[in-house]
């Protein structure tokens, strides 16, 4: 296609607005502004209009979906979130996946696969146009090239789902989540009995921690703790070998104590841990068998190799067990998290602090 070179002057608050948008999205402010062009010029997409507002006050997007969230367990069934909220949450799942790296919960993308899964067959269903070429080579599915008609989507899934929960990082979670993002535009699509039916309120609040960690700003430990005395478990010790565990509510840390030592490990080491006790992936099939662990997420590593474990965050102090040692600790916060304070209490670090 051929093009000719066209000036426009803008304001300075539309050119704000012009460079952050395209930064947001990874464009070039001429390319942003050539599809806006195109878009208006032909009438397209208009839905999307709805969501750049939303993408611009994104804190305040996010407040107001973690209160209509709220609202819907308290019983304020007429709360849940729109649906161009639903889509501005679609491009933050993706968006989380773009930031840092190591390895990923898989019960977030599990779900997401689900999500992505269900909206291809709606899509396929009511005849929506919609880039399944695009889909499916993001998802690795073979033939991608073929008609979506060909695929058995419940087959393919069950085989993606195998692949992640072999190899979950948060770069194939990029991968993964990118249909979802795309999809996010064209939301206005699907039915509303569709909607309702895939984006239930379950889902989003599962799935909250993702928006979080890429919305931001994160909040401080301290900050999520207070005024919260009453609510708060109490301390829960437990000893391993010759060292001292204490799970600390306030501020929330796992602290690990020796004869001449004593350390915390950090509110975001111990969701770490936390997602390493709820995962059972991770764990050999049968009992008895060897460990092998190579985890990392930001600043904290746990590791297995030949029978020994390594624990450690981005500082000198390394936490070393036997690999029975680590089984040890896995099952007693498995123990301490199934008490519901405990659990209420991750819930709230995860969705005010972010996770993935």
């Known amino acids: 296609m051929q093009t000719k070179p066209f000036s426009v002057r803008l304001s300075e608050s539309l050119t704000k607005l012009v460079q952050g948008i395209s930064a947001y999205e990874k464009k070039t402010p001429s390319d942003f502004i050539r599809e806006a062009v195109e878009e208006k010029a032909t009438q397209r997409n208009d839905y999307r209009s709805q969501l750049i507002p939303l993408i611009q006050s994104a804190e305040t997007t996010l407040v107001g979906i973690r209160e209509k969230l709220a609202k819907q367990a308290n019983g304020y069934l007429q709360t849940q979130p729109s649906r161009p909220e639903i889509s501005f949450m679609m491009m933050a799942w993706h968006k989380a ?91 206005d699509q699907f039915p509303e009995s569709v909607i309702s039916e895939i984006f239930t309120i379950a889902r989003l609040k599962l799935l909250l921690p993702l928006v979080v960690r890429h919305v931001g700003p994160e909040l401080s430990d301290q900050l999520i703790s207070q005024d919260m005395d009453l609510l708060l478990p109490h301390r829960e010790n437990f000893d391993i070998g010759d060292l001292s565990f204490g799970l600390v509510a306030s501020p929330f ?53 030949e029978g020994t474990a ?20 896995r099952q007693h916060l498995t123990h301490i998290f199934a008490n519901q304070k405990w659990k209420c209490l991750l819930d709230i670090f995860r969705n005010l602090k972010g996770d993935i």
Not at 146 to 174: M, Q, V
Not at 265 to 277: G, H, I, K, R
Not at 310 to 329: C, D, M, P
Request: glycine residues 4%; charged residues 20%.
């Open 97 to 187: 996946y773009m930031q840092g790296s190591g390895y990923a919960n898989p019960a977030y993308l599990l779900e997401l696969l689900d999500i992505t899964k269900e909206l291809l067959k709606e899509a396929l269903t009511n005849r929506l146009n919609v880039d399944y070429y695009y889909f499916h080579s993001c998802l690795g599915l073979n033939g991608s090239s073929l008609s979506p008609t060909n695929f058995n989507y419940d087959r393919a899934f069950s085989e993606i789902k195998h692949r992640t929960l072999c190899s979950c990082s948060i770069s194939c979670g990029e991968m993964l989540t990118r249909p979802l993002e795309v999809l996010a535009s064209h939301l």
């Open 253 to 305: 840390a796992l602290v690990v104590s020796g004869e001449h030592h004593c350390y915390a490990f950090s509110a975001s080491s111990l969701m770490f841990l936390a997602f390493v006790a709820e995962c059972e992936s991770l764990l050999p099939p049968k009992e008895g068998q060897p460990i092998t662990l190579e985890l990392f997420r930001d600043n904290f590593h746990a590791s297995i190799y």
């Open 310 to 329: 390594v624990i450690h965050e981005n500082t000198a102090y390394r936490l070393s067990l036997t690999e029975k040692q680590f089984i040890e600790l």
